[in-house]
């Protein structure tokens, strides 16, 4: 399309705007992305065939029905109560000892964040950890902010664990194995830091009590499960669609499909009702998605990702490793302080202008360092990912606010030590080793 | 008839009360609900009997009603337990119980009709409504009984 610069001009005032509302919420999030989204067709910077059926410049479909596909399956897996089952199993592995306690349940967090994803998984430990701190008599706040974390950092692992990677498989082609591959070594030697590191972080909540933690003992953990066949299938089901991942390249089709296919069966298998296989489904993050990938898509179509993928080239000029630092670093800050959602959705268009059709280790590696620092640069704050806003919401209703400043006070040093330890990974696998 | 005419008095619990005793006078004379004031003596929120569970409920239990199944047996029957010590004003906002808007909550004027008690009743899933004067003081409350009562034996 060839775009006046009136246009361009509104198009850029309509994006800010819409960013600067999200990133300060003075608007709901949804709501600024739908009216960014409705002025861009507004001002025609964007239309019904490029936001509907456009691939490079329109709703991305793949992202949207893989969520909710994963949000489905998660849907029916609630209902197993194998999450509330695996949680008290494993605090009383840990003789309710409050560091073990944190340890296992962030490790159940980061493995089942990579298998499905980060958000739903901690919408389903969070409540039954409050159960855990309330036995063991310790305060949940420092448990909270850990599994968001945790979070982040396993769902870093895979293509499916955290929507900025989702975002980024669509846009790159990269496979789920390729995330498996490249980024699962480094989340499992962070998980194995963060595990130490939150040692310290949160060692006032530590203080074991003999005589509270008997009290976690006493838990039924089999009381949780209600349906031990429905769980049999749902775990085959879920194994099935791993698989389905893996193969995904080989079998030819898109992870979203696999999703939904996973989806399908299991709602097939499960015989619930819609409500209850739904009740997982956040349409909100849907509907936000949807408005941002019409507002990115709009600055895509008037040529301006184009422009500032040529001014991104001629800076790089392809020095790759200054081009990696830079996205790295320069996500992990952006990520704290935008959501990394939206951040993600509007950098993979300029990333991929920067990568284009190259396989070469070193231009793919700015592919994972934009993952890489989205996805750690999250955990800076409370509202950096949608996993720490998902968990401080719980925690709020729950009477244990965790305000902004105290999340980002333990953030930045996760942040920081996590990014830290990516930059000599990347750079030894993707410019040294490769 | 107005609201007024078939408003009867009820106890009312203040935000300062302590939340055991004011649950204990809900079981105990077979109450459909609590109306809670404000400061000023205001309805701030009728809770219906079935919300007043709620104060003893950790919200957790709530968000995954799964885990309530794993208490043992003798402390599930204590639940109300968690009530000791705890004002009202204490249990209120966690809660939620404060509605967002005023339309939100059930409460009628003295001069409105069965009609439109029934209609608030019936929008607001409420099984009690408060009855306010034209200062806001509660004057007394409308039961789901009184109201049907009325208005089969007018029809």
Partial sequence: MTADTWQVVAAVAVFVGAYVAIATEVVHRVKAALIGAALMLAIGASDGDVAFFSQDAGIDWNVIFLLLGMMVIVGVLKQTGLFEYVAVWAAKRAGGRPYRVLVLLCTMTAVASAALDNVTTVLLIVPVTLLVCDRIGARPEGFLIALAMASNIGGMATLIGDPPNIIIASRSGLSFNDFLLNLGPLAVVLMGVFLVLIRWLFRSSFSYDAERAAAVMTLD??????????????????????????????????????????????????????????????????????????????????????????????????????????????????????????????????????????????????????????????????????????????????????????????????TAVTIALSWPYLWLRYFVLA | MHASDLAESFPVVHLDDDALPATRALAKEGLPGLVVVDDDGGPLVVLPASQVLRFALPEYLEEDPRLAGMYPEEEADAFCAALEGKTVRELMPSKQFLPKHDRDRPVVGADDTIIEVAAQMSRQHSPVVAVVDDSQTVVGVITVHRLLGAALGSS
């Fill in chain 1, 221 to 414: 953990e089999r009381r949780a499960i209600r349906d031990p066949r429905l769980l049999r299938r749902s775990l085959v089901v879920l194994a099935l669609t791993l698989v389905g991942f893996s193969l995904h390249t080989a079998l030819h089709v898109a992870p979203s499909v696999v999703a939904l296919l996973g989806a399908g069966v299991l709602v097939l298998v499960s015989e619930l009702s819609s409500d209850e296989f739904l009740e997982e489904v956040e349409w909100e993050t849907l509907v936000f998605f949807a408005g941002l990938f019409i507002m990115v898509g709009a600055l895509v179509n008037v040529g301006v990702i184009e422009y500032l993928g040529e001014q991104a080239a001629d800076a790089v000029g392809g020095r790759y490793l200054l081009a990696m630092t830079g996205l790295l670093f320069g996500s992990a800050v952006l990520s704290g302080i935008v959501d990394n959602i939206p951040y993600v959705a509007t950098m993979s268009p300029l990333v991929d202008d920067l990568v284009g059709s190259s396989e070469s280790p070193e231009r793919v590696a700015l592919w994972w360092a934009l993952a890489v620092g989205a996805d750690l640069g999250g955990n800076a704050t409370a509202i950096g990912a949608s996993a720490n806003v998902v968990v401080t919401g719980i925690a709020a209703r729950n009477d244990h606010p965790i305000s902004f400043w105290r999340f980002t006070r333990y953030g930045l040093v996760v």
